[in-house]
T-cell receptor
Framework: TQLLEQSPQFLSIQEGENLTVYCNSS?????LQWYRQEPGEGPVLLVT?????EVKKLKRLTFQFGDARKDSSLHITAAQPGDTGLYLC???????????FGAGTILRVKS | NAGVMQNPRHLVRRRGQEARLRCSPV?????VYWYRQLPEEGLKFMVY????????ESGMPKERFSAEFPKEGPSILRIQQVVRGDSAAYFC??????????FGPGTRLTVL
C-alpha cells in the first residue's frame, strides 16, 4: 500500500517567517502533487513535480521532488496570513492515477 | 473556463434517506474521480469513472453506495439509506488524461 506521511501536522508561525512542510513515503511515485485547501472549499492544485530532483518555484513557494521520487517538500519564504490553509501532498496510485493523499499540514500565519 | 462544479454544496438528510451528489467535470474532461473527506481524516479515494464506465470502485463501500457517469449529464454519487457515519465532505475531481486532477468545491453531507 502506498502511503504518504506529512509533517508537521500543524504549524503556527508569525508573518515573515519561513517554513518547510515535508511529504515522505517508502514507495516510489511517478509524480507528486501539492494542493492547498481552505475551509469549506475543495483542494486547489499548486504544482505537480514529475522528475526526481526537480525544483519548482511559484512566487514565494518552492517545491522539491526527491531524487528517488519518494519524498517532496514545500518551502514558503516570508509567509503571509494569506498563506493560511491546509496543505496536502498527493500521488497517483497504480493504473488510473487515483490519488493517495497525505493527512495534510494545517498552516496558520499570524499577522 | 468553468471548473468542476458540484451540487448541492450542502445537503442534510435524515437517517434512512437517500443522498444524490452531482458533479459536472471541466468541459472536455472524460475522467471523473470521487473522494471522501471524513472529519479529522484525509481525503480518501472512492471511485474512478469514465463516460458510461466504472473503471475502479475499490474505495467505495460495498453496500448503499453507487456512482455513475452517463453519456450525457453530470456524474452522480448516490448513497442509499444514509447513516450518521456517512456525514462527510464529498469531492469530485476531473481530468482530461487522468494525470492532473482538478477538484470541485465539494458537497458537505450531514446526516441527522
Amino acid at each position: 500500500t502506498q502511503l504518504l506521511e506529512q509533517s508537521p501536522q500543524f504549524l503556527s508561525i508569525q508573518e515573515g517567517e519561513n517554513l518547510t512542510v515535508y511529504c515522505n513515503s517508502s514507495s516510489v511515485f511517478s509524480s507528486l502533487q501539492w494542493y492547498r485547501q481552505e475551509p469549506g472549499e475543495g483542494p486547489v492544485l499548486l504544482v505537480t513535480v514529475v522528475t526526481g530532483g526537480e525544483v519548482k518555484k511559484l512566487k514565494r513557494l518552492t517545491f522539491q521532488f526527491g531524487d528517488a521520487r519518494k519524498d517532496s517538500s514545500l518551502h514558503i519564504t516570508a509567509a503571509q496570513p494569506g498563506d493560511t490553509g491546509l496543505y496536502l501532498c498527493a500521488g497517483p496510485m497504480e493504473y488510473g492515477n487515483k490519488l493517495v493523499f497525505g493527512a495534510g499540514t494545517i498552516l496558520r500565519v499570524k499577522s | 473556463n468553468a471548473g468542476v462544479m458540484q451540487n448541492p454544496r450542502h445537503l442534510v438528510r435524515r437517517r434512512g434517506q437517500e443522498a444524490r451528489l452531482r458533479c459536472s467535470p471541466v468541459k472536455g474532461h472524460s475522467h471523473v474521480y470521487w473522494y471522501r473527506q471524513l472529519p479529522e481524516e484525509g481525503l480518501k479515494f472512492m471511485v474512478y469513472l469514465q463516460k458510461e464506465n466504472i473503471i475502479d470502485e475499490s474505495g467505495m463501500p460495498k453496500e448503499r453506495f453507487s456512482a455513475e457517469f452517463p453519456k450525457e449529464g453530470p456524474s452522480i454519487l448516490r448513497i442509499q439509506q444514509v447513516v450518521r457515519g456517512d456525514s462527510a465532505a464529498y469531492f469530485c475531481a476531473s481530468a482530461s488524461n487522468g494525470y492532473t486532477q482538478y477538484f470541485g468545491p465539494g458537497t458537505r453531507l450531514t446526516v441527522l
